[in-house]
């Protein structure tokens, strides 16, 4: 069956610049995560989503990040004024429920900011 | 910060050897996964303890969890080259997020 999907796969952009990433999770998964992983780290959590609501945005690290899921399926993470530290892997996943469920991940972005 | 560690931070071992990495974390969980991670990409669940087991068993994968010293390993036996790949640790504390460790760095040789 179609797993979590992310476009684009590779995105190069250059300072300042705004970015959208893409994440389309399993069918009828109602919660979406995403994280941000740096070479070498583990993923860092950045937004999670129950339905069409955010539902914990502790991890965002500033107000240039945000993130939508308008109608509780696909997931846009938005970066204004991308900076070269943004640069990573943005990794989105979903599960079934919240709580003590397995989440599954979609393949990543990876976002170099020039 | 919420993120733990995981030792050691590369195994290489023989096909056929076990492998056992170690993730220690610093919260109360409600549960810990583990993930294994090929060339930097896509996460993959592997097995979900919850916080009032000892150890869990699937195929070759064994975890164990001590919460009174806020650890878990896992354990891979029989290891098979296709085994390597980087492992995580993750928990989950209740906000619904999973916080990951640093990862472990498996290969395994032909």
């Known amino acids: 069956g179609a797993g979590v999907s992310q476009t684009p796969s590779n995105k190069v952009t250059e300072k300042g610049k705004y970015v959208e990433l893409r994440c389309d999770p399993i069918s009828g998964h109602t919660a979406l995560y995403w994280y941000r992983q740096s070479l070498g780290q583990g993923p860092e959590f950045l937004i999670y989503f129950q339905g069409t609501g955010a539902a914990d945005d502790s991890g965002l690290p500033n107000d240039r990040f945000f993130a939508v899921r308008p109608e509780g399926s696909v997931s846009t993470l938005k970066i204004q004024r991308t900076e070269r530290g943004d640069s990573a892997v943005y990794l989105c996943?979903?599960?079934?429920?919240?709580?003590?469920?397995?989440?599954?991940f979609g393949p990543g972005t990876r976002l170099t900011v020039l | 910060s919420q993120q733990g560690e995981e030792d050691p931070q590369a195994l290489s071992i023989q096909e056929g050897e076990n492998a056992t990495m170690n993730c220690s974390y610093k919260t109360s969980i409600n549960n810990l996964q583990w993930y294994r991670q090929n060339s930097g990409r896509g996460l993959v669940h592997l097995i979900l303890i919850r916080s009032n087991e000892r150890e869990k068993h699937s195929g070759r994968l064994r975890v164990t969890l001590d919460t009174s010293k806020k650890s878990s390993s896992l354990l891979i036996t029989a290891s098979r080259a296709a085994d390597t790949a980087s492992y995580f640790c993750a928990w989950e504390t209740g906000a619904n997020n999973l916080f990951f460790g640093t990862g472990t760095r498996l290969t395994v040789i032909p």
């Open positions: 996943a979903s599960s079934l429920n919240a709580g003590p469920s397995p989440q599954y």
